[in-house]
């Protein structure tokens, strides 16, 4: 290539072209010498290139330049040809005398202002035109030039850099954005699968504890589809004795393993119980006679349960037992006097109001306290209360509560056990922590008797029996009370009547009364009356209306004028 060039400069002539330095692959760079041309006429880029024609209709037809293919300069007929620059830069000389501008392919001399500069040009290497075609035009793709022939150095523009940073900036700010909502995306996804997984865990634990609203309810919480009687209940009843003022007060504890409900179910005294010998006799009556053997016989046969055990609480171990659990809460409805109080007037022992402390002595006061004029139900549903405030506070732990009813030192009727009472109590105490305890009273009529009606709900429901009071039509219940002074007139009385075909009920004993009464409610019970009094030897006079008590038919009182007959 070097020798290419060296080749064009001699074929101007030495006295056109000087040595001015070399390119940057070490190839000679020349400049041409400015040399006197005629004035030429001004500069018309379509004639110069040879066209032909006048686009502008001057009139003026410019000779077409021969072609030189291979650059030798050999025309002799055209005059070296002007400095090409590309960029109009007006750094390369033309020929001296030459007025034609140079070529701006770009137009940028036609610009007013400040140009951009290039750091660094390279001077162009002239050659000669090759011979004309035939057409008459010169073809300037046919000029000979090479990228090597240029070299640009581009210097740093502050303002490009600038923009850059801008948008590295605004790229980096958008990316930043992007993952933050990224991560604020997937922190909400996170807690939703968190708190789908606790709500599904809540849910599950609540179907699995049967507690699922609709599924449920507090009065009739099966939670399985096993039928009512089919279902699986462990039964104690318990007896509170009133060692101070006498009396009993009755209760069915019932856990239902199926259902996983616990029941208090409160006996009312004049529930009616049959006796070992067929007779008629109240639950008061039948726990004193009975004993606990004899009378758990009996509500089992009435009520068509199965108690497993019977546990006799007499009022010092409830005491000791409230004292033991750290005293209890209860909602009390009465004022209680202080049975110890020596003076009246003296502070109710315990008051009236919600969510009333009481302690071992208070709790015992509470639970046997039955108000002037009140019926022995109001008692009994105190003494609910009241142990079902202590199962809230007794240890649910089977070894706990054990230990507890080996420290209050009673003592258990076989067939229970110690173990066996602190475990069955431990389970109880669950239920009632967790709010799946409730207590019910059993409904008795007047005559002591369960209606089918009345007691389906307990009976049923909660016990899984079936009512079977003893049968009123099948002998006249009579109440005997003694009031002649005399101990033996009552079992005297008695075998006299249950000869005569009647039911005997222990009316107890009262204080002396000169002659004997027999009476009578119901008109329709007035033959049944007189023929009581036939049978005990008494005349027809002593038969009077007036008041029975609630389980019995006909009602006598044994005066000091009742003469036994004779066995």
Do not use: C
């Not at 019910?440 to 899984?464: C, E």
Request: glycine share 10%.
């Amino acid at each position: 290539m070097n020798d290419r060039y060296d080749a064009g400069a001699a074929g101007h002539g030495a006295d056109q072209y000087e040595l001015v330095g070399y390119d940057e692959y070490g190839r000679p760079v020349y400049r041409q010498i400015p040399q006197q041309q005629p004035p030429q006429q001004q500069y018309d880029p379509y004639a110069q290139q040879g066209y032909g024609y006048d686009p502008y209709a001057t009139g003026r037809q410019q000779p077409v330049p021969p072609y030189d293919p291979y650059g030798t300069g050999d025309t002799g007929q055209q005059p070296p040809t002007p400095s090409y620059d590309p960029y109009g830069t007006g750094t390369q000389q033309q020929q001296a005398g030459a007025h034609s501008p140079p070529y701006d392919p770009y137009g940028r001399t036609a610009t007013s202002g400040h140009q951009p500069r290039v750091a660094e040009q390279t001077a162009y290497i002239p050659h000669q035109a090759g011979p004309v075609e035939d057409t008459g035009i010169q073809d300037r793709a046919d000029r000979d030039y090479h990228t090597e022939q240029f070299a640009f150095v581009e210097e740093p523009d502050q303002d490009s850099e600038d923009v850059i940073d801008w948008l590295k900036f605004t790229e980096n700010r958008t990316e930043r954005r992007e993952e933050a909502r990224r991560r604020a995306r997937a922190r909400v996804i996170a807690l939703v699968v968190v708190l789908a997984l606790i709500a599904a865990g809540g849910v599950g634990y609540l179907w699995y504890a049967g507690k699922l609203p609709g599924l449920s309810s507090s009065d009739d919480k099966t939670g399985t589809d096993t039928p009512v009687a089919a279902q699986k209940r462990d039964v104690i009843v318990v007896h509170l004795h009133n060692t101070k003022k006498g009396g009993t007060s009755t209760a069915l504890l019932v856990d239902n393993t199926t259902t996983q409900q616990g029941t208090t179910v409160l006996l009312p005294n004049s529930l009616a119980l049959s006796g070992d010998d067929g007779s008629t006799t109240t639950l008061a009556k039948s726990v004193d006679d009975d004993g606990s053997s004899g009378t758990r016989d009996a509500i089992d046969t009435v009520l068509g349960t199965e108690i497993q055990g019977t546990w006799r609480l007499d009022t010092p171990y409830l005491q000791n037992l409230v004292d033991l659990v750290g005293n209890i809460e209860v909602d009390t409805n009465a004022d209680v006097p202080d049975p110890d109080a020596k003076t009246k007037g003296a502070a109710p022992l315990v008051r009236k109001g919600k969510a009333q402390t009481l302690s071992g002595k208070m709790a015992v006061a509470y639970a046997t306290y039955q108000g002037s004029g009140e019926a022995q139900n109001a008692q009994l549903e105190r003494f609910g209360q009241v142990m079902q405030a202590t199962l809230r506070k007794l240890t649910s732990d089977t070894e706990g509560a054990t230990v507890t009813v080996q420290t209050l030192g009673m003592i258990i009727e076989p067939p229970l056990t110690d173990k066996d009472l602190g475990a069955f109590l431990a389970k109880l105490a669950e239920l009632a922590k967790g709010g799946d305890y409730k207590t019910a009273m059993l409904p008795v009529g007047t005559d002591g008797t369960l209606s089918a009606q009345a007691s389906a709900s307990v009976v049923k429901d909660v016990l899984g029996g079936t009512a079977k009071s003893p049968d009123k039509d099948a002998a006249v219940r009579v109440s005997v009370q003694n009031a002649s002074g005399a101990k033996d007139n009552t079992e005297k009385a008695r075998v006299v009547l249950l000869n005569g075909g009647f039911t005997f009920l222990e009316g107890g004993t009262a204080s002396a009364a000169a002659t004997s009464e027999v009476r009578y409610a119901d008109a329709a019970d007035k033959e049944n009356a007189t023929e009581v009094a036939k049978t005990l030897g008494l005349s027809a006079d002593a038969v009077t209306k007036g008041d029975v008590s609630g389980n019995a038919d006909v009602s006598v009182v044994l005066g000091q004028d009742y003469e036994p007959s004779s066995p």
